[in-house]
């Protein structure tokens, strides 16, 4: 069974103080691996995707990269508006559904 | 604002009613999806739709749940006789599908309490 598993549950940084959300999976076929940002109360808002083992994309203080097993949310120097909850997410081959994990809790303290 | 809209955005109901939401995707998406949250865990899938076609539905989706794209558009998702077990943020995304790309981009959401 396709799955995802996100660690750590909850992280709380100074501003400036760089660290790794990470995104464990499990799933038969991979189509993609979808990043995306919640703020409580909203919808998520897309992020990244990513398709192959070993690609990296980057958005501001956001770098994301894929191994065959998990994908890494890297977030550099981050200020107190990067923070919000971080869902990663699945796409198997042959279908449009997304498969997430429980999101990582971000808190960036000034 | 050229996003995913959804309406209502709240909608208190009690036990035993019927209750209908409203998704209206971004204009040039063919794909529209269904997604169910509770408080703490990711979005769950529900079901999704190309154009008019309903092409995939989760187990999730009992009897009591029912979704329409009538004219390949906008799409409603509907409850009859809501339990308080489905309270939870019902949310809608949409997405364009083209050669590699299958980007989801999600609606704010409709927050339903069954009370």
């Known amino acids: 069974e396709d799955q995802v598993t996100q660690s750590p549950e909850a992280l709380r940084l100074q501003e400036g103080e760089s660290s790794s959300l990470n995104c464990s999976y499990t799933?038969?076929?991979?189509?993609?691996l979808f990043w995306y940002r919640q703020d409580p109360g909203k919808g998520p808002e897309f992020l990244f995707t990513l398709y192959s083992a070993g690609e990296e994309k980057e958005k501001e203080r956001l770098k994301a990269t894929l191994t065959k097993k998990e994908s890494f949310l890297h977030i550099t120097a981050p200020k107190p508006e990067d923070s919000a909850t971080y869902l990663c997410a699945v796409q198997g081959l042959g279908t449009d559904k997304l498969i997430f994990g429980t999101g990582t809790r971000l808190q960036v303290f000034p | 604002d050229t996003g995913v809209s959804q309406n209502p955005r709240h909608k208190i109901t009690k036990r035993g009613q019927n209750v209908t939401f409203r998704c209206d995707p971004i204009?040039?998406?063919?794909?529209l999806y269904w997604y169910r949250q509770t408080l703490g865990q990711g979005p769950e899938f529900l079901t999704y739709?190309?154009?008019?076609?309903?092409?995939?539905k989760s187990r999730l989706l009992s009897d009591r749940f029912s979704a329409e794209r009538p004219k390949g558009s906008f799409s409603t998702l509907e409850i009859q006789r809501t339990e308080q077990g489905d309270s939870a943020m019902y949310l809608c995304a949409s997405s364009l599908v083209s050669g590699r790309s299958y980007e989801q981009y999600f609606g704010p959401g409709t927050r339903l309490t069954v009370t």
């Open positions: 739709f190309q154009n008019e076609a309903q092409l995939e």
């Open positions: 799933v038969s076929g991979l189509r993609g």
């Open positions: 204009s040039e998406h063919n794909r």
